[in-house]
T-cell receptor
Framework: GIQVEQSPPDLILQEGANSTLRCNFSDSVNNLQWFHQNPWGQLINLFYIPSGTKQNGRLSATTVATERYSLLYISSSQTTDSGVYFCAVRRETSGSRLTFGEGTQLTVNP | NAGVMQNPRHLVRRRGQEARLRCSPMKGHSHVYWYRQLPEEGLKFMVYLQKENIIDESGMPKERFSAEFPKEGPSILRIQQVVRGDSAAYFC???????????FGPGTRLTVL
């Protein structure tokens, strides 16, 4: 199956700092989504971004499909950004399932 | 437009009992997916259903687990004779027929004592 690797596994920031999270995948995809799982366990859709760049407030994402990676940028981080960020992809050649990476645990300290 | 609904949000069962998890997709969504998240891990695909059909159940354990999505009513994930290793968060997602985007519910946290 497709492999999804996220880095770094853990990240600790001071409030106000910027960060970049990376997602590498091993095969062609026709769907890539970024999620934020907050400390209460809820999974929140951030972006649907199989290719290109999107921005939503302090967050933006870029997927370079030909090179099989995606980046999530968080600017001016806030304590409420804490949680786990997951990248999930759907392989182009088969099925409808999303394959998730292991996530990046982000902690933003005041 | 309400999001994906799951209930119960928390479920406690003793070993050997049955667990029934329910998922109501977003309005207009006919595709439902179930994922399981074990403690400290990412989500893993279990099963993909459309109305009255199981499309892909390759991620679901062969024994004790079953899923359905009837013509009327929510999708049900059923776990018979639960064991401690079934303790996890179970997430449901839905999508409309013509879209790749999956929208996730809040999850059901199952604890097996």
């Amino acid at each position: 199956g497709i492999q999804v690797e996220q880095s770094p596994p853990d990240l600790i920031l001071q409030e106000g700092a910027n960060s970049t999270l990376r997602c590498n995948f091993s095969d062609s995809v026709n769907n890539l989504q970024w999620f934020h799982q907050n400390p209460w366990g809820q999974l929140i859709n951030l972006f649907y971004i199989p290719s290109g760049t999107k921005q939503n407030g302090r967050l933006s994402a870029t997927t370079v499909a030909t090179e099989r990676y995606s980046l999530l940028y968080i600017s001016s981080s806030q304590t409420t950004d804490s949680g786990v960020y997951f990248c999930a992809v759907r392989r182009e050649t088969s099925g409808s399932r999303l394959t998730f990476g292991e996530g990046t645990q982000l902690t933003v300290n005041p | 437009n309400a999001g994906v609904m799951q209930n119960p949000r928390h479920l406690v069962r003793r070993r050997g009992q049955e667990a029934r998890l329910r998922c109501s997709p977003m309005k207009g969504h006919s595709h439902v997916y179930w994922y399981r998240q074990l403690p400290e891990e990412g989500l893993k695909f279990m099963v993909y259903l459309q109305k009255e059909n199981i499309i892909d159940e390759s991620g679901m354990p062969k024994e004790r687990f079953s899923a359905e999505f009837p013509k009327e009513g929510p999708s049900i994930l059923r776990i018979q004779q639960v064991v401690r290793g079934d303790s996890a968060a179970y997430f449901c997602a839905s999508s409309p027929p013509s879209s790749n985007t999956q929208y996730f519910g809040p999850g059901t946290r199952l604890t097996v004592l």
